[in-house]
């Protein structure tokens, strides 16, 4: 039973040899395949622990970036919220702005709440839905938003264009002063407010300068009147 056994262990070597086709010289090749693989992997390995030792302090100095920038984020979203507030209460109204970045309760996508209170005194009167509010209290609302994100902009140039419609006449003069003062506060950036109603209340000087257009020309095309360009 055992040399049966044995035989058929003996047949079976004797054919795994003969399919891999190995004999002495065949041994040295593959020892010789064997010494260049593993010089390469050791090679390999040592180009990984080189990459891993210079990207070690890459992935330090992104992290303390990203860092920085959460509470950078953090800073503007929380100075935004102030500066909206401060400008509604200009006409006794209060607001906050609230952020949702993305990753923020599982959240993928990032959005931005407006809550506009229309009496800061009275909490009944707080409105959630900016759509919901009449049309001198949304422009009022935008400009507020505006200027309050826009003063965390490094933006040298910032243009607005019809910014006071809808606006009553002393909301309108409270946000004219108010975008004056910006201007005069940022004094290396250039701002441009266009509107088409009339600004001759608002003092020029070196730092303030009203540019005017002609009226467009009206004309009769057809019997009807027709505008030109400017």
């Not at 262990?9 to 004797?14: L, M, V, Y």
């Not at 040899?17 to 040592?46: F, M």
């Not at 709440?113 to 409105?127: C, G, I």
Request: charged share 30%.
């Amino acid at each position: 039973y055992y040399e049966a056994r044995i035989d058929r262990s003996k047949a079976k070597i004797a054919e795994e040899t003969e399919r891999r086709q190995l004999d002495g010289e065949d041994a040295d090749v593959i020892y010789t395949r064997y010494a260049r693989a593993s010089k390469l992997l050791a090679d390999k390995q040592t180009a990984i622990d080189e990459i891993c030792r210079k990207t070690a302090p890459l992935h330090n100095d992104l992290a303390i970036r990203r860092k920085r920038w959460l509470g950078f984020r953090g800073h503007i979203a929380g100075a935004t919220c102030r500066r909206f507030d401060e400008i509604l209460n200009m006409k006794g109204s209060s607001g906050t702005v609230k952020f949702r970045h993305p990753g923020q309760e599982e959240r993928t996508e990032g959005s931005l709440e407006l809550v506009v209170q229309k009496d800061s005194n009275d909490q009944n009167s707080q409105q959630k839905d900016v759509g919901a509010l009449s049309g001198g209290e949304r422009s009022f609302t935008t400009i507020a938003l505006l200027l309050a994100m826009g003063e965390g902009l490094e933006c040298p140039f910032r243009v607005m264009d019809e910014f006071d419609v809808f606006l009553d006449p002393v909301t309108r003069k409270l946000v004219l002063d108010q975008l004056v003062e910006l201007g005069r506060e940022f004094r290396n950036r250039q701002f441009i407010f266009i509107t088409p109603q009339d600004v001759s209340n608002v003092k020029t000087d070196d730092m303030v300068s009203i540019h005017q257009m002609r009226p467009p020309e009206r004309m009769n095309v057809a019997g009807a009147v027709a505008q030109t360009t400017l």
